[in-house]
């Protein structure tokens, strides 16, 4: 399994952005998999942003998201997206697209812990400006 995000960028606050993660390898059929949204910080820990299941699509939003970002699938061109509306400063990180074949709950999943052993991409950087 192979990711690849994109649409990163520099905006002013307020402003949206869309993510993008292409994954190759993989498959939506296959209904075992998370793929999560994931930033880092400098200087402190990785954290899940959103993730979704491949089987029933069923959603999880870390608090920093819920309200703002929307985290979909394209099953025709095998992406994840992660639209953020509303960005503030704060959200400015690498933004990785991971995903792992789990039994995991989703919210165990969207975490730093849960997340670990995962293939990840190469990271997008997001920067937000007031």
């Known amino acids: 399994v192979q990711l690849v995000e994109s649409g990163g960028g520099s905006v002013q606050a307020g402003t949206s952005l869309r993510l993008v993660c292409s994954i190759s390898?993989?498959?939506?059929?296959?209904?075992?998999?998370?793929i999560g949204w994931f930033r880092q910080a400098p200087g402190k820990e990785r954290e899940g942003v959103s993730c979704?299941?491949?089987?029933?699509?069923?959603?999880f939003y870390g608090a920093s998201a819920k309200g703002r970002f929307t985290i979909s699938t394209d099953k025709a061109t095998n992406a994840v997206y992660l639209q953020m509306n509303n960005l503030r400063p704060e959200d400015t990180a690498v933004y990785y697209c991971?995903?792992?074949?789990?039994?995991?709950?989703?919210?165990?999943?969207?975490?730093?812990?849960?997340?670990?052993?995962?293939?990840w991409g190469q990271g997008t950087q997001v920067t937000v400006s007031s």
């Open positions: 390898g993989f498959s939506f059929d296959e209904d075992d998999y998370i």
């Open positions: 979704i299941k491949s089987g029933d699509g069923a959603t």
């Open positions: 991971g995903a792992r074949s789990t039994r995991f709950e989703l919210y165990y999943y969207c975490s730093a812990f849960g997340s670990r052993d995962s293939h």
